[in-house]
């Protein structure tokens, strides 16, 4: 209980996590083993990365479509890539309710499109902002998406901020991931990439106020380690700490 006398709400499960477009380790296409590893993840949310939505998304991408059925989570599509039968981008999976979405575009020309989405909830009567995104290989096209990115954090137009992706940061001294650390406070990350003997951090989860956050840790199963060519990075939120 807290002091008002009410059950403090749950602690929420989230997570993030590249799924290489379904593709495993074993260069086999089987979208169904990503949605077995996200279930047994069991998140309240979780963001996805090289997302193809050839195989999960039917009609516009916001009605009920294979993933949810897969999962039992309801998905929220951030394209940055339209081809003819088909996109490619970020998601969002949860089973909280979404008021507003927001596509941020964080394109550089000259390099793969890429974007970030953004989503805003409400959990115990407190406004939690989630942004999903996947930044470049560059170094320089980094910067630039950051430069955008930390534009929408300046907002501050929620109480509790969930900052989700693969950063392609490989360095720990990263410049992307420094400045974001100073902005959320330090991000949690562990060794994710790649699956199969994970060595480098480029998955990384901030939450603002960073105090809300604990428990980070790698879901490291055998069905993970050949799903993707990524771990997926598992992490807990408090929110009843805002108070």
């Keep these: 209980m807290n002091d008002s006398g009410r059950a403090d709400v749950a602690p929420l499960r989230i997570a993030t996590y590249n799924i290489h477009s379904s593709v495993g380790v074993d260069g086999r296409h089987e979208p169904g083993r990503i949605a077995r590893v996200i279930r047994r993840i069991c998140p309240d949310l979780i963001g996805l990365q090289e997302v193809d939505y050839g195989y999960w998304v039917r009609g516009d991408g916001e009605k009920l479509d294979v993933l949810e059925n897969d999962t039992g989570l309801k998905i929220f599509c951030g394209p940055t890539l339209i081809r003819h039968l088909s996109s490619y981008g970020n998601a969002l999976l949860t089973k909280l309710p979404v008021g507003r979405l927001r596509r941020i575009d964080l394109s ?5 499109p890429r974007g970030a989405l953004v989503a805003y909830l409400e959990v115990d009567n407190r406004s939690l902002r989630t942004i999903v995104t996947h930044f470049g290989l560059r170094k320089a096209e980094r910067e ?3 430069r955008v990115l930390q534009e929408i954090l300046d907002e501050n137009d929620a109480d509790l901020t ?3 992706g693969d950063f392609n940061e490989w360095s720990l001294w990263g410049p992307a991931r420094r400045r974001l650390d100073r902005r959320l406070g330090k991000s949690r990350s562990r060794r994710t990439y790649p699956s199969r003997l ?5 998955d990384r989860i901030w939450c603002h106020p960073s105090s809300v956050l604990e428990n980070i840790r790698v879901h490291k199963t055998p069905l993970a380690r050949t799903a993707s060519d990524h771990l997926p990075l598992v ?3 408090h929110p009843a700490k805002l108070r």
Excluded: D
């Excluded at 550089?108 to 793969?112: I, K, L, Q």
């Design 108 to 112: 550089v020309p000259g390099y793969e």
């Design 144 to 146: 630039k998406q950051l």
């Design 162 to 164: 969930i900052l989700l």
């Design 198 to 202: 994970p060595v480098f951090r480029l």
């Design 235 to 237: 992490a807990e939120i």
